[in-house]
Nanobody, 117 residues
């Protein structure tokens, strides 16, 4: 069984930055797509960003220009650089990985990001 483990969340002031990391528990696994989602209190989980096997990226409009997604060469780790954070970015952030072929999907346990003074 593969686990995705996130890290890097925390408390930051508005305008600040954080970098989230997510790594697979098995280094031999290679995902087709890797992405980030978030869930704010009282809201449904929403898409944040995704990166495909070819390196193509897509972002939610709300984070376009502020967030940057990247992955390692082995396609088993994904990162999210978050700049110019606002209170609207406060949420639990989850990473997601989808395998090629079967399309099996894996989720991390989530990491809390709080933007506040």
């Amino acid at each position: 069984q593969v686990q995705l483990v996130e890290s890097g969340g925390g408390l930051v002031q508005p305008g600040g930055s954080l970098r989230l990391s997510c790594r697979a528990s098995r280094t031999t696994i290679m995902f087709n797509t890797l992405g980030w989602y978030r869930q704010a209190p009282g809201k449904e989980r929403e898409f944040v960003a995704i990166i495909g096997g070819g390196g193509h990226t897509r972002y939610a409009q709300s984070v376009q220009g502020r967030f940057s997604i990247s992955r390692n060469k082995l396609n088993n780790a994904v990162f999210l650089q978050m700049d110019n954070l606002t209170s609207e970015d406060t949420a639990v952030y989850y990473c997601n990985g989808r395998l090629p072929g079967t399309g099996a999907e894996y989720w991390g346990q989530g990491t809390q990001v709080t933007v506040s003074t």
